[in-house]
């Protein structure tokens, strides 16, 4: 099995540095439709078989359940802390891969996440493939199997989780996939967003219905 997982916190902490933009609640909204392209991405893409949401946040979990995502409680202890365990969970259950997805790649798309597989076969499938994001974070990290490097997510974790990779001697590479690169976390990211040509279409929609939203 071909496991994949979209961690997403408490919709009342996230994005903080929307709200000199967005009010709270369009906050949370825009959080629900990001996850909600991100499911149907994962959804849409071939070699996954099961796409789970790790949340400690029941709005969060009735979405993902209404998206026909298998909902993983989050236990605390923080992002990568969560991960881990979703992840023993998953393995547990038979994944042989783990995807991991942010939930606020909001213009994710399926070829794009068809190319971290394909990269993983030119490894022998086994190894971590990462999709970069701009920021030198990770947008999305392949492993498999699912535990054969650790969660490194966070500032500079695309480099973090390279290094780890070294460490232990695992195949590992790094793709710059476009759909990929841009999360959506800062003001300057709305217009952004809204331009993409294809992908995202419940956050492009929500966007677009706001009053002065980004050109």
Known sequence: MNASLVPVGPLSAGKSRLEGQLPRDTIESLALAMLGDVVEALHATPEVDRVAVVTPDPRVAEASRAADAVVLEDHGGGLNASLDAAGRELLDQGAR??????????????????????????????????????DGGTAALLRSPPDVIPNRFGPDSARAHGDAADALGVGFRRLELPSLRVDLDRA???????????????????????????A
């Open 188 to 214: 300057e990211d709305l217009g952004e967003i809204l331009g993409l040509a294809e992908g995202a279409a419940r956050t492009r929609a929500l966007l677009a219905g706001l009053d002065g939203s980004p």
């Open 97 to 134: 891969s783990l995807l991991v997805v942010l939930g606020d790649v909001a213009g994710a798309r399926p070829a794009d996440l068809s190319a971290l597989y394909g990269a993983l076969a030119e490894l022998g499938g086994r190894g971590a493939v990462l999709a970069a994001a701009r």
